[in-house]
Nanobody, 120 residues
Framework: QVQLVESGGGLVQPGGSLRLSCAASGFTFSSYAMSWVRQAPGKGLEWVSDISTDGGSAYYADSVKGRFSISRDNAKNTLNLQMNTLKPEDTAVYYC?????????????WGQGTQVTVSS
């Protein structure tokens, strides 16, 4: 079955950086667009970014554009999210999800999440 395991979260000061990773298994990773989504305290899931199957195209929510960068390594079945210039409003549990911006909810597959806390 689909398994997605996120890592790399933690506590960081405003303006800092973190790099999240997601290890995927149980499906043909290279055949699917992938997304990062997040859930802030008391809020619903929010799509953050997605990347095409070959990594050639990437899209971002306006709230993270210019600060976050998504990438993938199809040889290693790994999805990454480089987060720079972090803000307190980026505090959330981050999940990697199978599918792109339009399809991730329909696939219904995401991991257990990794907590990112941005605070001084």
């Amino acid at each position: 079955q689909v398994q997605l395991v996120e890592s790399g979260g933690g506590l960081v000061q405003p303006g800092g950086s973190l790099r999240l990773s997601c290890a995927a298994s149980g499906f043909t990773f290279s055949s699917y667009a992938m997304s990062w989504v997040r859930q802030a305290p008391g809020k619903g899931l929010e799509w953050v970014s997605d990347i095409s199957t070959d990594g050639g195209s990437a899209y971002y929510a306006d709230s993270v554009k210019g600060r976050f960068s998504i990438s993938r390594d199809n040889a290693k079945n790994t999805l990454n999210l480089q987060m720079n210039t972090l803000k307190p409003e980026d505090t959330a549990v981050y999940y990697c999800a199978k599918g792109g911006r339009v399809t991730w909810k329909a696939f219904g597959s995401w991991g257990q999440g990794t907590q990112v806390t941005v605070s001084s």
